[in-house]
């Protein structure tokens, strides 16, 4: 297959590209990285999916090679393929096919992605690099959405001024794109320079806006926030307002949040219920224990749950950790667990549930202290890294590493912060 990579025939090699992708037998890198510059654009993009295939560090120079491909979707999947070498989701050749097809029809359908990598994850930075140079360049728009898509998986933190002047594009999708991309990377001094796309005329970017900077804590947009929710001519625009106000948490919202425990709209009951959480104002809990009362949705129950515990209130703490052991509200009780083990003085309260007879429980509560443990979390990961369910003892040694990860970058970050 390998010699086949020099048959006079297009078809014979692109085919023998594909093969080796499937073999993964790294002896073919060489061939495959020198098949980067073949002259079929067919034949480039088959060694691209057949390098991605490789996971090898020793392929990344021949895919960074190809993001600067003069075929779109050869750069694109190149592009899908440098990131993927982090997150093992790679472009496969149907994938190819099918982002090719519907390209312009998610254009205006916007939906944002939540991948991104754990904490202390090494990324070569020639990857970020390449990445944040097909950001900028001009040559394929489709190319740089994905890079400022891969940008925020890998929370490349020095790309945040480039992704803020992508942010401000007249190309809509890259907008996006880049506003999803510092949610992500959540570096805060980006949040100010992105207040004025609450006011774009495009209400996507509107609304994306108006996350990003609650997600950024930019307390200077809490204003125009609270008139984007209450002035909203369309339900999306005001819903992505209250969320962009309970990410935010300000006390002076406190009436606003309490107000909207009463909306129609179940996302607006669940956002500021958040909102309320945040705001960490003890005074309402008696309006959270009236509405969870009478609310009949799961989700905004489980938001409750959340606001009245942070609050103070231990009674609803057992219904969220139990939450990790179900099949459909895992997801929406993980981030909240993860918030409230970030309160000073609340790590200790979860650390019974560590003993856990469910194992799915246990996995997920790892990953709880991996983004919200503290120095006291090391023992527990430590007694489940011997753990006799074996995914539960693999994810105890992946956020012991991702904890250490976090505070060595927080004990630096506060060493450079001081005086």
Not at 68 to 88: C, F, P, W
Not at 282 to 310: C, N, Q, S
Request: proline letters at 5%.
């Amino acid at each position: 297959m390998i010699e086949e990579l020099k048959s006079p025939n297009a078809n014979t090699r692109a085919k023998a590209a594909r093969e080796l992708g499937k073999a993964e037998d790294v002896s073919a890198l060489p061939a495959l990285a020198a098949a980067v510059s073949d002259p079929s654009d067919k034949v480039r993009r088959e060694v691209v999916l057949a390098l991605a295939q490789m996971h090898q560090p020793e392929a990344l120079d021949a895919l960074i090679k190809a993001t600067r491909d003069n075929n779109e979707e050869v750069s694109v999947l190149a592009v899908q393929s440098l990131v993927g070498h982090y997150t093992g989701n790679v472009p496969t050749a149907g994938f190819s096919g099918f982002l090719k097809k519907n390209w312009q029809r998610a254009k205006g359908h916007f939906n944002p992605d939540t991948t991104r990598i754990d904490p202390g994850f090494y990324v070569d930075p020639k990857v970020i690099e390449t990445l944040d140079s097909t950001l900028k360049s001009t040559s394929s728009i489709r190319a740089s959405c994905e890079a400022a898509k891969g940008l925020g998986i890998l929370t490349a933190r020095s790309t945040v001024p480039d992704l803020v002047a992508a942010a401000h594009s007249s190309d809509e999708t890259l907008s996006l794109e880049s506003l999803n991309a510092l949610s992500k990377i959540k570096d805060r001094s980006a949040g100010p320079q992105l207040v004025d796309l609450l006011d774009s005329p495009n209400k996507e970017i509107k609304q994306q806006a108006s996350v990003t900077v609650g997600i950024l804590r930019t307390s200077q947009a809490a204003p125009k926030l609270q008139s984007l929710y209450e002035n909203a001519t369309d339900p999306k625009t005001g819903e992505k307002a209250m969320e962009g106000l309970a990410y935010l948490g300000d006390k002076s919202s406190i009436p606003v949040f309490t107000k909207a425990l009463g909306s129609i709209d179940k996302d607006v009951r669940t956002a500021a219920a958040e909102g309320l959480a945040r705001a960490l104002d003890p005074k309402v809990l008696p309006d959270l224990e009236k509405a969870y009362a009478i609310e009949k949705d799961a989700d905004v129950r489980l938001a409750l749950e959340f606001a009245m515990t942070a609050l103070g209130k231990p009674d609803y703490l057992n219904d969220l950790v139990n939450e990790l052991s179900s099949r459909t509200h895992w997801d929406v009780a993980q981030p909240y667990l993860i918030e409230l083990a970030r309160i000073p003085g609340f790590l200790p309260k979860l650390y019974p549930y560590f003993q856990s007879s469910n194992a799915d429980g246990r996995k997920r509560l790892c990953t709880v202290l991996m983004f919200g443990g503290d120095q006291t979390s090391l023992d527990q990961l430590d007694r489940l890294s011997h753990d006799p369910n074996s995914d539960v003892a693999a994810q105890a040694l992946q956020a012991k590493s991702g904890l250490r990860a976090r505070l060595r970058a927080a004990g630096a970050t506060s060493a450079a912060d001081s005086p």
